[in-house]
T-cell receptor, first 115, second 114 residues
Framework: NAGVTQTPKFRILKIGQSMTLQCTQD?????MYWYRQDPGMGLKLIYY???????DKGEVPNGYNVSRSTTEDFPLRLELAAPSQTSVYFC??????????????FGDGTRLSIL | AQSVTQLGSHVSVSEGALVLLRCNYS??????LFWYVQYPNQGLQLLLK??????LVKGINGFEAEFKKSETSFHLTKPSAHMSDAAEYFC????????????FGTGTRLTIIP
Protein backbone atom coordinates (compact mmCIF):
# COMPACT_ATOMS: atom_id res chain seq x y z
CA ASN A 1 0.00 0.00 0.00
CA ALA A 2 1.83 3.10 -1.25
CA GLY A 3 -0.33 5.75 0.52
CA VAL A 4 0.68 9.28 -0.55
CA THR A 5 3.55 9.49 -3.04
CA GLN A 6 5.41 12.70 -3.83
CA THR A 7 7.90 13.30 -6.62
CA PRO A 8 10.57 14.51 -6.88
CA LYS A 9 12.16 14.14 -3.43
CA PHE A 10 14.70 16.89 -4.05
CA ARG A 11 14.97 19.69 -6.56
CA ILE A 12 17.09 22.79 -7.12
CA LEU A 13 15.58 25.54 -9.26
CA LYS A 14 16.90 28.81 -10.53
CA ILE A 15 14.97 32.01 -9.86
CA GLY A 16 12.22 32.44 -12.43
CA GLN A 17 12.02 28.80 -13.45
CA SER A 18 8.81 26.83 -13.13
CA MET A 19 8.09 23.31 -12.00
CA THR A 20 5.33 20.96 -10.91
CA LEU A 21 5.43 18.96 -7.71
CA GLN A 22 3.56 15.72 -8.17
CA CYS A 23 1.33 14.07 -5.56
CA THR A 24 -0.73 10.93 -5.93
CA GLN A 25 -2.66 8.83 -3.41
CA ASP A 26 -4.09 5.34 -3.72
CA UNK A 27 -6.49 5.40 -0.77
CA UNK A 28 -9.51 6.86 -2.63
CA UNK A 29 -9.45 9.90 -0.35
CA UNK A 30 -11.66 12.86 -1.20
CA UNK A 31 -9.58 15.50 0.52
CA MET A 32 -6.06 16.46 -0.52
CA TYR A 33 -3.77 19.19 0.77
CA TRP A 34 -0.49 20.93 0.05
CA TYR A 35 1.60 22.34 2.88
CA ARG A 36 4.95 24.00 3.13
CA GLN A 37 7.19 23.54 6.14
CA ASP A 38 9.77 26.12 7.12
CA PRO A 39 12.08 25.79 10.17
CA GLY A 40 10.33 26.82 13.38
CA MET A 41 7.11 27.68 11.55
CA GLY A 42 5.16 24.44 11.55
CA LEU A 43 3.11 23.60 8.48
CA LYS A 44 1.27 26.21 6.47
CA LEU A 45 -1.58 25.22 4.14
CA ILE A 46 -1.06 26.34 0.54
CA TYR A 47 -4.08 24.84 -1.26
CA TYR A 48 -6.56 22.08 -0.64
CA UNK A 49 -9.17 20.11 -2.55
CA UNK A 50 -12.37 18.47 -1.38
CA UNK A 51 -12.75 16.37 -4.51
CA UNK A 52 -11.99 16.15 -8.22
CA UNK A 53 -12.55 19.49 -9.92
CA UNK A 54 -12.72 21.49 -6.67
CA UNK A 55 -9.81 23.43 -5.19
CA ASP A 56 -9.50 26.29 -2.74
CA LYS A 57 -6.83 28.54 -1.30
CA GLY A 58 -5.23 27.95 2.04
CA GLU A 59 -3.21 30.28 4.20
CA VAL A 60 -0.26 30.94 1.83
CA PRO A 61 -1.40 30.44 -1.81
CA ASN A 62 0.52 33.28 -3.51
CA GLY A 63 2.95 32.05 -6.14
CA TYR A 64 1.34 28.62 -6.46
CA ASN A 65 -1.39 26.95 -8.49
CA VAL A 66 -3.10 23.57 -8.25
CA SER A 67 -5.48 21.38 -10.20
CA ARG A 68 -7.47 18.27 -9.33
CA SER A 69 -8.60 16.44 -12.45
CA THR A 70 -8.74 13.02 -10.77
CA THR A 71 -9.33 11.73 -7.25
CA GLU A 72 -5.80 10.35 -7.11
CA ASP A 73 -3.67 13.28 -8.27
CA PHE A 74 -3.13 16.78 -6.89
CA PRO A 75 -0.14 18.52 -8.54
CA LEU A 76 1.27 21.82 -7.23
CA ARG A 77 2.65 24.29 -9.78
CA LEU A 78 5.26 26.98 -9.17
CA GLU A 79 5.21 29.38 -12.12
CA LEU A 80 8.02 31.84 -11.35
CA ALA A 81 10.23 30.42 -8.64
CA ALA A 82 11.43 32.87 -5.99
CA PRO A 83 13.94 32.35 -3.14
CA SER A 84 11.07 32.71 -0.64
CA GLN A 85 9.66 29.45 -1.99
CA THR A 86 12.64 27.49 -0.75
CA SER A 87 10.97 25.04 1.61
CA VAL A 88 9.91 21.47 2.20
CA TYR A 89 6.56 20.72 0.60
CA PHE A 90 4.20 18.07 1.89
CA CYS A 91 1.15 16.61 0.25
CA UNK A 92 -1.52 14.97 2.41
CA UNK A 93 -4.88 13.29 1.97
CA UNK A 94 -7.80 12.36 4.20
CA UNK A 95 -10.98 10.35 3.88
CA UNK A 96 -12.79 8.49 2.61
CA UNK A 97 -15.75 10.76 2.76
CA UNK A 98 -16.03 13.87 4.87
CA UNK A 99 -15.31 14.43 8.50
CA UNK A 100 -12.85 16.61 10.34
CA UNK A 101 -12.01 13.64 12.56
CA UNK A 102 -10.40 11.86 9.63
CA UNK A 103 -6.61 11.97 10.11
CA UNK A 104 -4.43 13.25 7.31
CA UNK A 105 -1.91 10.93 5.65
CA PHE A 106 1.31 12.59 4.53
CA GLY A 107 3.84 11.95 1.82
CA ASP A 108 7.57 12.07 2.54
CA GLY A 109 7.96 15.57 1.15
CA THR A 110 9.76 17.41 -1.63
CA ARG A 111 12.78 19.47 -0.60
CA LEU A 112 12.98 22.46 -2.92
CA SER A 113 15.75 25.03 -3.11
CA ILE A 114 15.52 28.18 -5.22
CA LEU A 115 18.89 29.72 -6.04
CA ALA B 1 -10.63 31.16 14.14
CA GLN B 2 -8.48 28.48 15.69
CA SER B 3 -4.87 28.33 16.79
CA VAL B 4 -2.39 26.10 18.56
CA THR B 5 0.49 27.02 20.85
CA GLN B 6 3.21 24.52 21.63
CA LEU B 7 5.32 25.61 24.59
CA GLY B 8 8.97 24.76 24.11
CA SER B 9 10.44 24.40 20.65
CA HIS B 10 13.05 22.00 22.06
CA VAL B 11 12.64 19.50 24.90
CA SER B 12 15.33 17.14 26.19
CA VAL B 13 14.67 14.21 28.49
CA SER B 14 16.77 11.32 29.71
CA GLU B 15 16.07 7.82 28.45
CA GLY B 16 13.49 6.25 30.78
CA ALA B 17 12.20 9.60 32.04
CA LEU B 18 8.72 11.06 31.60
CA VAL B 19 8.00 12.84 28.34
CA LEU B 20 5.67 15.85 28.52
CA LEU B 21 5.02 17.98 25.44
CA ARG B 22 2.63 20.88 25.91
CA CYS B 23 -0.14 22.01 23.59
CA ASN B 24 -2.75 24.70 24.17
CA TYR B 25 -5.44 25.46 21.65
CA SER B 26 -7.89 28.21 20.86
CA UNK B 27 -11.15 27.43 19.12
CA UNK B 28 -14.56 29.12 19.08
CA UNK B 29 -16.27 25.76 18.53
CA UNK B 30 -15.69 22.28 19.99
CA UNK B 31 -12.34 21.16 18.64
CA UNK B 32 -10.87 18.03 17.21
CA LEU B 33 -7.22 17.71 18.27
CA PHE B 34 -4.35 15.70 16.87
CA TRP B 35 -0.73 14.91 17.66
CA TYR B 36 1.56 14.05 14.78
CA VAL B 37 5.19 12.90 14.84
CA GLN B 38 7.82 13.61 12.21
CA TYR B 39 11.03 11.61 11.97
CA PRO B 40 13.98 13.07 10.01
CA ASN B 41 13.38 13.31 6.27
CA GLN B 42 9.89 11.87 6.56
CA GLY B 43 6.33 13.12 6.47
CA LEU B 44 4.07 13.42 9.49
CA GLN B 45 2.49 10.36 11.07
CA LEU B 46 -0.59 10.37 13.28
CA LEU B 47 0.14 9.59 16.95
CA LEU B 48 -3.36 10.07 18.34
CA LYS B 49 -6.53 12.11 17.99
CA UNK B 50 -9.29 13.52 20.18
CA UNK B 51 -12.75 13.72 18.62
CA UNK B 52 -15.05 14.37 21.60
CA UNK B 53 -15.23 10.82 22.93
CA UNK B 54 -12.96 9.89 25.87
CA UNK B 55 -10.88 12.78 27.18
CA LEU B 56 -7.85 10.53 27.74
CA VAL B 57 -6.65 9.34 24.38
CA LYS B 58 -4.12 6.56 23.86
CA GLY B 59 -1.99 6.51 20.76
CA ILE B 60 0.81 4.54 19.20
CA ASN B 61 4.24 3.90 20.73
CA GLY B 62 2.97 4.31 24.31
CA PHE B 63 1.95 7.96 23.98
CA GLU B 64 -1.24 9.40 25.38
CA ALA B 65 -2.87 12.81 25.68
CA GLU B 66 -5.57 14.27 27.86
CA PHE B 67 -8.10 16.81 26.64
CA LYS B 68 -8.81 19.43 29.32
CA LYS B 69 -11.47 21.87 28.20
CA SER B 70 -11.10 24.11 31.26
CA GLU B 71 -7.41 24.57 30.51
CA THR B 72 -7.78 24.47 26.69
CA SER B 73 -4.93 21.98 26.70
CA PHE B 74 -4.05 18.71 25.02
CA HIS B 75 -0.63 17.78 26.41
CA LEU B 76 1.19 14.70 25.14
CA THR B 77 2.84 12.31 27.60
CA LYS B 78 4.78 9.08 27.70
CA PRO B 79 5.82 7.49 31.00
CA SER B 80 9.25 6.30 29.90
CA ALA B 81 11.22 7.82 27.01
CA HIS B 82 13.00 5.63 24.51
CA MET B 83 15.79 6.62 22.16
CA SER B 84 13.48 5.96 19.22
CA ASP B 85 11.14 8.74 20.43
CA ALA B 86 13.57 11.40 19.24
CA ALA B 87 11.61 13.33 16.61
CA GLU B 88 9.58 16.48 16.07
CA TYR B 89 6.04 16.55 17.39
CA PHE B 90 3.20 18.68 16.11
CA CYS B 91 -0.12 19.46 17.74
CA UNK B 92 -2.99 20.39 15.41
CA UNK B 93 -6.59 21.56 15.77
CA UNK B 94 -9.66 21.53 13.56
CA UNK B 95 -13.41 21.42 14.00
CA UNK B 96 -16.42 19.80 12.42
CA UNK B 97 -18.26 23.01 11.68
CA UNK B 98 -17.63 23.49 7.98
CA UNK B 99 -13.90 24.04 8.36
CA UNK B 100 -11.99 20.79 8.04
CA UNK B 101 -8.58 22.33 7.64
CA UNK B 102 -5.94 21.59 10.22
CA UNK B 103 -4.09 24.37 11.98
CA PHE B 104 -0.68 23.21 13.18
CA GLY B 105 1.49 24.35 16.03
CA THR B 106 5.11 25.25 15.36
CA GLY B 107 6.36 21.92 16.65
CA THR B 108 8.51 20.61 19.51
CA ARG B 109 11.76 18.82 18.83
CA LEU B 110 12.29 16.03 21.36
CA THR B 111 15.83 14.92 22.16
CA ILE B 112 16.50 11.81 24.24
CA ILE B 113 19.65 11.81 26.37
CA PRO B 114 21.23 8.36 26.77
Amino acid sequence: NAGVTQTPKFRILKIGQSMTLQCTQDMNHNYMYWYRQDPGMGLKLIYYSVGAGITDKGEVPNGYNVSRSTTEDFPLRLELAAPSQTSVYFCASSGPGQGANQPQHFGDGTRLSIL
Amino acid sequence: AQSVTQLGSHVSVSEGALVLLRCNYSSSVPPYLFWYVQYPNQGLQLLLKYTSAATLVKGINGFEAEFKKSETSFHLTKPSAHMSDAAEYFCAVTSNFGNEKLTFGTGTRLTIIP
